[in-house]
């Protein structure tokens, strides 16, 4: 009926030997971002609080 699941759970297992075909969209959104320019993506670095994930793996998530 449910799947079930454990709140407990401390990690997740991952295939690792799976992998995106090489025309999945995924690869073609992740070689745009990649054209970016780096002072574009770089462009409010705060020096400040906890560091910050890259701009660019944030945008690919994203889109």
Same mark, same amino acid.
């Given at each position: %009926? ?30 745009? /971002? ?5 002072? /574009? ?15 660019? %793996?944030?945008?690919? %998530?994203?889109?």
């Amino acid at each position: %009926m449910y799947k079930q699941y454990n709140t407990n759970q401390l990690s997740l297992e991952l295939n690792i030997a799976w992998d995106l075909p090489a025309t999945h969209e995924a690869r073609l959104i992740s070689q745009f /971002v990649d054209t970016i320019p780096q002072p /574009v993506l770089l462009d409010e670095i705060s020096h400040t609080g906890r560091p910050a994930f890259h701009p660019a %793996m944030l945008l690919k %998530m994203t889109l």
